[in-house]
T-cell receptor, first 111, second 112 residues
C-alpha cells in the first residue's frame, strides 16, 4: 500500500557502522511497529510505538534505537551494526485493535 | 507473554485440493486473530481475520475457524490455485500496545 513506505529497500553496511531505516505512514495510525524477519524465526517484534513520543521494547530490542517525534515517522537505528542484524526489516502501522499494514521491507546486509 | 504455534511448517497440495493450516495460542485474553499471506520477496498482507465473538468467517475460497476453548484457530483454503503458493502467518493479539505475536509461518506450495 502506498500509505506506508520504507527506505531504503536494500542496504549494505559494514560492521560497527550506524545505520537508520526509515518508515513513513500517511494514515495517521496511532501504532507503529518494527519487525525483523529471519528464516526459522518468523516475524519478531523489535520496538513499537503507541503514539508520538511513546515507544516500548518488543521481543528483540538489543542493539536498536527508535524515536517517534511525529506520528507519521518511526525510524529504526542500528547503533553499531553487527552481522547478526542482517535481516529483512518490516515496519507496520495500525489503529487500535486493528490489523497491521506492512511496509515493503528493507533488506539489510551487514558485512 | 503470548505464544503462537503454527503447523505445518511446509505444505504441498495438488491444485484444486484444500489446504488447512493450524495455530494455537496461549493467552486466553487474545481476542483478535489475523492471517497474513507473504509472497516471495513481498510484504505480508492481511487476507482474513476473526474476532473472538465469532466461530467462523469466510471470504470466497478462504475461511478461518476459531475454537476459544481449545485456543486454536485454523485457515482453510479450498480449490487451491498456483497463485495461493506463499508463506502464511497466523497471529494473535495481546492486551499490550496492540501487539501481535506471529506464528513461524507455513510455506504452501500448490502443484499445478
Amino acid at each position: 500500500d502506498a500509505g506506508i513506505t520504507q527506505s531504503p529497500r536494500y542496504k549494505i553496511t559494514e560492521t560497527g557502522r550506524q545505520v537508520t531505516l526509515m518508515c513513513h505512514q500517511t494514515w495517521s495510525h496511532s501504532y507503529m511497529f518494527w519487525y525483523r524477519q529471519d528464516l526459522g524465526h518468523g516475524l519478531r517484534l523489535i520496538y513499537y510505538s503507541a503514539a508520538a513520543d511513546i515507544t516500548d521494547k518488543g521481543e528483540v530490542p538489543d542493539g536498536y534505537v527508535v524515536s517517534r517525534s511525529k506520528t507519521e515517522n518511526f525510524p529504526l537505528t542500528l547503533e553499531s551494526a553487527t552481522r547478526s542484524q542482517t535481516s529483512v526489516y518490516f515496519c507496520a502501522s495500525s489503529e487500535t485493535q486493528g490489523p497491521y499494514t506492512f511496509g515493503s521491507g528493507t533488506r539489510l546486509t551487514v558485512v | 507473554g503470548e505464544n503462537v504455534e503454527q503447523h505445518p511448517s511446509t505444505l504441498s497440495v495438488q491444485e484444486g485440493d484444500s489446504a488447512v493450516i493450524k495455530c494455537t495460542y496461549s493467552d486466553s485474553a487474545s481476542n483478535y486473530f489475523p492471517w497474513y499471506k507473504q509472497e516471495l520477496g513481498k510484504r505480508p498482507q492481511l487476507i482474513i481475520d476473526i474476532r473472538s465473538n465469532v466461530g467462523e468467517k469466510k471470504d470466497q475460497r478462504i475461511a478461518v475457524t476459531l475454537n476459544k476453548t481449545a485456543k486454536h484457530f485454523s485457515l482453510h483454503i479450498t480449490e487451491t490455485q498456483p497463485e495461493d503458493s506463499a508463506v502464511y502467518f497466523c497471529a494473535a493479539n495481546t492486551n499490550t500496545g496492540n501487539q501481535f505475536y506471529f506464528g513461524t509461518g507455513t510455506s504452501l506450495t500448490v502443484i499445478p
